[in-house]
């Protein structure tokens, strides 16, 4: 199995291995992670956790997903998750995902690792299309994707029912030859 790592200006992007688990849960348990994604549970007990960090292997193993730890450069500490998430070899595309630690959003950190996952997606994968999805109120994650050059698709409304509310659904995508032309355009400057 290949084995993948990222370095960025400011940081380590890499596979998660069992000592992660304790800073992890640390973070994935913030309740304003919970509150404003759609796949994260409310309770993450630590044996939920040692499942999910099999799970992602078994992913990356079989090629459905790939999902990494983002960690500072300068102290190793563990901030939040990016990844590519429900990979098609059918249709040649994928999802992006992340959250990253409260304390941390505003930064351009998630922005930053989003740039490396499209990376991936393009360059070594040869994707033809990456999407990401976010709730309506998410406005942060919503512009994470817009600064990647990813473009609004539509909004799926009353699609997540979450501690009895509906929430709407934001679809952003970015096609390959808008990546490599975005790519081309900031080579210019």
Known sequence: MRHFSFLTDR???REYIRSDLDDFLEVVRQPEIYDTTY???KEYPKRRAKEWFRFIKNNMRTMQSFEFG????????????IGLINISSNHNHADISYYIDTNFRNSGFTTEAALEMLHLGFDIFGFEKISGLCMSVNLPSRRVMEKIGMKYEGTLRNDLYKDGIYYDIDHLSILRNEYYSMNNQN???
């Open 11 to 13: 940081l380590i992007i």
């Open 39 to 41: 796949g994260i549970p």
């Open 70 to 81: 983002m960690f500072l450069k300068n102290d190793e500490r563990y901030i939040g998750n």
């Open 187 to 189: 080579k210019l400057f």
